[in-house]
């Protein structure tokens, strides 16, 4: 294929941006799914340059400039020297300016990189880095600076937090491919895009200038789909055109909380999700950070997406659940089997397994489970350790005859002492110490699916047994959110205005009629409808303000689920309960 024409190059570079777009080129450090969508708008960017004694990881730093953009804006800048210890060679004297008698009584690398981290977000005012540090570091060429701040945080005793990256150098080589510029050093970029004047090569100047690089490259990228902090990470990462493209239909959705549906041709419903930010998170999906094959063959048919917003994540997650149950889209994987339930009960003094319990058989029930055979390994353990005789075979004959017995095996299905746990515990010993080790991990199995149906039960049973539960939590700009469930099934959600009394509004719901008991345990709801309302209910700051049920939340002293010995004993056993 000849060349174009000279004069043609710039005009063939620029079409060559979208074609650059699908080529695999790392852009710092790709963010998590927690923090997917962030528009650039809400991204705190601290723009940062070092000047250093040489290149090589010998050598130190010996200026820190930074500067702090949130909503375009510069909110903030930061400056100091650092004595490297050492005198400055001739020729980094030349091109800094920086001499050994300016550096000479400066903060040395400790002080000056302490002052930093507080500064920039990346450490709290104690000097412990932060898991997660909200600012984005931007830098040209981030890789050098950024790896020359990680060694100083080690040299020093500091936790490097590994935070957001943006490298302005691989950015660039992205949205101004050659000939639209002939290099892509920061200077030959800065009159690109007709920079302010700075003092370059010294760390504050450039800075500033990257600053106004930024801008400018953020500028180009726009009409092709950039637009959030998660876009800009993944810009050069292979994402189809067509796929890109079609990230305007998330454009006029909200940014909420609520549940999304992929949509076909024909309006059928292809993929269901919730999200807190409806806009963000479907706008995720026409990225690089969604890796699913399965996923994308879905995004490859979609034509439109719909949104129902709701006032809480709660809210979202439980119309999730009942949307999967109702739609049976093809694409989802999870929560597709929320009907499929397998208990363990008593019968008489022995123990089976069933798909489904009265609502008053459920309280003294074992899961629910998901299938029969995690429900199975459940029942062997208890037979195992309530059987007649110790070395009979799982399946024969249990405590019938024995009261004693059988109140234990009652208690066992609910929780309330350690009988099987310890048993299992000491099979597991005994055929390790004969080298059996196949047997014990047949037992540790079976101490898993126990533990497992523990858990669930906990979960599950005593929201589903409830007739009505009211709880609140208080909202960041005050007031409070509350909901209401009957039965294990979310009823209603409210919230109350700021500064104002929420018994008002309590008394209401008090006051409404609860759903009838149904027959059937579960019958009303699902077990992971319910599950959401006990993670709900017992999540920090929640306040429980009403509580009309039988079984409590609160684990018996005696429960193996209120020993954390035990709960290690779980994730030892493999978690291979359901």
Known sequence: MNAPPPGQRPAV???????????????????????LGTPLEDVEWVVVDLETTGIGASASITEIGAVRVRGGDVVDEFQTLVDPGEPIAPRITALTGITTSMLRGQPTIDRAYADFARWAGLEDASGFALPTPSCVLVAHNAPFDVGFLRRAARSTGHDWPAPRVVDTLALARIALPRPLVHNHRLATLAGHFSTSDQDRHRALGDARTTVEVLRGLIDVLAPLGVRTIEDVSTVGAPVPTRRRRRVALADDLPR??????????????????????????????FTASETRAKVRRMLDVTADVQVTPTSTLLDARVEELRAIRTLHPMFNS??????????????????????????DDALDALGPFRGSSHAGRARDALQ?????????PLAGPSARTDPQRASELGGALRGEHCGVVDCLLGRM????????FEGATRWRGLLAAYLSGLQRRADVVPMAAARRVVWAQHLDDGGWTLHCSSWGRLVRTVSTPPRTSPLPWVESLLSEEPLPRPPVFLAGTTWEEVRLLTDSVTEAGTRLVHWEGEVPLAAPVDSPLARTRLLVNLDLAGRRGA
Do not use: K
């Not at 650059?20 to 923090?35: C, K, M, N, S, Y």
């Open 13 to 35: 570079a620029s079409r060559e941006v979208a074609t650059r777009l699908t080529e695999a080129v790392p852009i710092g450090v790709q963010v998590g799914l927690d923090q």
């Open 256 to 285: 909420s909380p609520g549940v999304y549906r992929f949509l076909d041709a024909a309006g059928a419903p292809l993929y269901v999700g919730s999200a807190t930010n409806l806009r963000s998170r479907v706008r995720s999906y």
């Open 334 to 359: 999870a929560s597709t089997h929320q009907d499929r339930t397998m208990w363990v009960v008593r019968r008489g003094g022995s123990v089976d397994v069933v798909p489904v319990v009265g609502a």
């Open 384 to 392: 195992a350790t309530y059987a007649h005789d110790g070395d009979a």
């Open 429 to 436: 010993a005994s055929a390790s110490e004969v080298e059996d």
